[in-house]
């Protein structure tokens, strides 16, 4: 579907908005009936294949299959690979000559030094310096971006990319938007991903393919466009694919004994690589710089200061914030999202915004947000878990060590 500046409004975007009209209002963190919610194209596949079907940002997502545990689901991954839909998330394209200056008003990264058919992770920031979402941005080789974002922030973006759309093709710049509803997204997580993959991909040779690389090929006869990036900290890809062939891709995976996996090992495996969820560890109340995503922020377009909100993020950087996003390893009851930090006082100086018991660190590990100068790696504070008390210590993230596929070191 492409957008264009005459379609500010969002109500005329049908289906895909009614749907996340529902989707915004849902709980982030926790997980809820899923009667009313929306359905993805891999549902039926989900269903047939023992998925626990959950609310999940508003649509109906598998937490787990069958009868295996969230902790094996998780260290199947570590270990071996497993598959995710995610194909709740927005996938869209913008085209046009100007589309880079376009995407580089929207957010924070430097699009214009990414090489071909490489991307990276951005965020769309506000005014006042807050997150608006985190996606991924892609310069493909075909003449547009290629960018991914969250399902429980479909509308804000929305919002944000076609205001900022209105204005650019109203000063005559060259840009359209594309929103890309007729492909599903699959990831496909672990180090053996690329073992499994390479079966089916005939005509590319994958071990060309590095992090954040970007490439349009034939999937088991497929179409399709994978982008070598992930959620678990893991060697992985997200494969964009038509909705009429998605199950037939999901089926070929699985065939081939690839591990199905839900939302709960993916929350644990994300947390463990030091890896924000949105609404729970940032927000439009967060900045980069709390946040620990400066680094997110292009060098030329520090420099610059034109992105939106340069001024009191840029400020913040120079100053220093008064509270920074910190990892905390505990045991005992596992903290979970909006503990309260305690002083040995007992005042509440912070509040944990997200936290799992992780299998494979053996303790249990959370994010959280302290004063800066308790966000010290070593410091001791206390989280209210209920009704104990739990010490915590901080910790450096991400808690495992990641293994992204990346070029050999020259």
């Not at 009936?33 to 891999?42: F, H, I, N, P």
């Not at 999202?337 to 509440?348: E, P, V």
Request: charged letters at 25%; glycine letters at 10%; hydrophobic letters at 40%.
């Amino acid at each position: 579907m492409l957008i264009s500046s005459s379609q500010v409004n969002i109500g005329r975007m049908g289906t895909l908005l009614r749907a996340v009209e529902r989707a915004v209002r849902a709980p982030v963190r926790g997980y809820a009936a899923e009667a009313t919610a929306a359905r993805t194209v891999l549902y039926d596949f989900h269903v047939s294949h023992g998925g626990k079907m959950v609310d999940f940002a508003g649509f109906s997502m598998p937490v787990q299959y069958g009868k295996v545990g969230i902790a094996e689901s998780h260290k199947t991954i570590r270990t071996d690979a497993g598959i995710f839909d995610v194909s709740h998330m927005l996938q869209s394209k913008i085209h046009g000559k100007d589309r880079i200056k376009y995407m580089e008003k929207l957010c924070v990264a430097d699009v214009q030094e990414l090489a071909p058919n490489t991307g990276t992770l951005s965020l769309y920031t506000n005014p006042t310096g807050g997150i608006i979402d985190d996606l991924i941005v892609n310069k493909t080789d075909d003449g547009y971006l290629y960018v991914v974002s969250n399902a429980g922030r479909i509308k804000e973006d929305l919002a944000h990319m076609q205001k900022n759309l209105a204005e650019f093709k109203s000063a005559g710049h060259d840009v359209e938007l594309e929103l890309i509803e007729d492909h599903g997204l699959i990831a496909l997580q672990g180090p053996k991903a690329a073992d499994y993959l390479k079966g089916l991909v005939l005509d590319f040779d994958l071990s060309s393919l590095y992090f954040m690389n970007t490439v349009e090929v034939e999937v088991a006869g497929i179409p399709c466009r994978i982008t070598r990036c992930g959620y678990t900290g893991e060697d992985g890809f997200e494969i964009s694919v038509p909705k009429t062939r998605a199950a037939e891709l999901a089926e070929n995976l699985n065939s081939l004994g690839v591990h199905l996996a839900g939302l709960g090992a993916r929350d644990s495996l994300r947390l463990e690589a030091g890896l924000c969820l949105y609404g729970n560890d940032i927000d439009e109340t967060t900045t980069p710089i709390e946040a620990g995503l400066a680094w997110t922020i292009g060098k030329r377009r520090k420099k610059d200061a034109d992105f939106t909100g340069a001024d009191v993020i840029l400020k913040q950087q120079k100053e220093k914030p008064s509270r920074r996003r910190v990892g905390l390893v505990s045991t005992g009851p596992p903290p979970r999202s909006h503990c309260a930090i305690l002083d040995d006082s007992g005042n509440s100086v912070g509040e944990v915004t997200s936290g799992v018991p992780a299998p494979s660190v053996g303790k249990n590990v959370a994010m959280a947000y302290l004063p800066a100068a308790m966000a010290k790696a070593g410091t001791q504070v206390n989280v209210q878990v209920r009704k104990k008390i739990v010490a915590a210590t901080v910790t450096k993230m991400p808690f495992v060590k990641c293994h992204y596929y990346s070029p050999p070191k020259k």
